[in-house]
Nanobody, 126 residues
């Protein structure tokens, strides 16, 4: 079975940084397109960023563009999200997701992804 485990969340003040990691097991990691999503209380889950299996086709939501960077290490079977210049609006549970496809680009819709981690909480205080 595919398992995805997120880590790296925590509490930080506005303007600070965090790096999230998502480690996969039970899968050939480089067969998978990956994404980061987040869900704040009372809100729908939304895409943060996604990356193709090679890491070359990436997309970002407008709200995080130029502040967050998605990357992956297929040898380590790990997906990363470097988050800089955090603000309180970034407070949410962050999830990584995977779908077995080697497309040129990644998917921004959560409904395209088959496997999900349990999430890691990010809290940004003003």
């Amino acid at each position: 079975d595919v398992q995805l485990v997120e880590s790296g969340g925590g509490s930080v003040q506005a303007g600070g940084s965090l790096r999230l990691s998502c480690t996969g097991s039970g899968l050939n990691f480089d067969d998978y397109t990956m994404g980061w999503f987040r869900q704040a209380p009372g809100k729908e889950r939304e895409v943060v960023a996604c990356t193709s299996w090679k890491g070359t086709g990436t997309r970002y939501s407008d709200s995080v563009k130029d502040r967050f960077t998605i990357s992956r290490d297929n040898v380590k079977k790990t997906l990363y999200l470097q988050m800089n210049s955090l603000n309180p609006e970034d407070t949410a549970m962050y999830y990584c997701a995977a779908v077995k496809t080697r497309g040129r680009w990644c998917y921004e819709s959560q409904y395209e992804y088959d496997d999900w981690g349990q999430g890691t909480q990010v809290t940004v205080s003003s």
